[in-house]
């Protein structure tokens, strides 16, 4: 039945990579479906960037984007694995940076792949004696652990203001029908040893 589903399809110009699909589309009445470009190219790239603009904040943004990547670049250009994570990869390429120069300047000691419920991908990197943990993912998420962020140019605490500074940007991203992707990080002191919920607590925001 599966075999003659395929075919049925075949004719009508789609293909299937996994036959049991047949099984699910054939209870399938009603498709809900968004406008991206994932639906129609499987591409996707970065489109824009918000963040203070410093070139710290920048580095450290273009840090979350590709450490714990799991996708790779064929050719420089041809994104093998998850569109998500590959997109930041050619972002980072368009910034100028040597992804293989970037990824060997410091040592990944732990990973924390993406966790569907906090939406989060956590990298602690050490680099001359000092870690710093990486977390990318919502951006709301990410701004509600964070309790500071970088705005014009310096470390400010998230104020209520401040606050809602980022909040704006974010629903001016979001209405545009952007993914949006938030970006934090922190310092660990002396090398000490926390859980991945702790990890994640007291960011300093970067940016999305």
């Not at 906090?118 to 993912?137: A, P, S």
Request: glycine share 8%; with cysteine.
């Amino acid at each position: 039945a599966l075999a003659l589903g395929m075919q049925r399809m075949a004719k009508r110009k789609a293909l299937v990579r996994k036959m049991v699909a047949i099984e699910t589309l054939g209870a399938v009445s009603v498709i809900l479906t968004d406008k991206t470009g994932t639906l129609t190219e499987n591409d996707m790239r970065v489109k824009k960037i918000w963040h203070e603009g410093s070139e710290q904040s920048l580095e450290l943004l273009l840090r979350g984007c590709v450490l714990g990547n799991t996708a790779s670049l064929v050719n420089g250009k041809e994104v093998v694995g998850d569109k998500t994570d590959g997109s930041l990869l050619l972002f980072a390429k368009e910034q100028k940076v040597d992804l293989t120069t970037f990824m060997s300047e410091g040592e990944v000691i732990d990973e924390y792949v993406f966790d569907p419920t906090t939406k989060t991908v956590t990298i602690i990197w050490k680099k001359d004696q000092k870690e710093l943990v990486l977390v990318r993912g919502a951006p709301e998420r990410i701004l509600e652990s964070s309790t500071s962020a970088f705005l014009n140019g310096k470390k400010v605490s998230l104020t209520d203001k401040n606050t809602r500074i980022v909040q704006d940007a974010f629903t001016s991203f979001a209405k545009e029908g952007l993914r949006v992707i938030g970006f934090g990080y922190r310092e660990i002191i002396d090398g000490k040893k926390f859980e991945r919920e702790e990890l994640e607590k007291n960011l300093i925001f970067l940016g999305f």
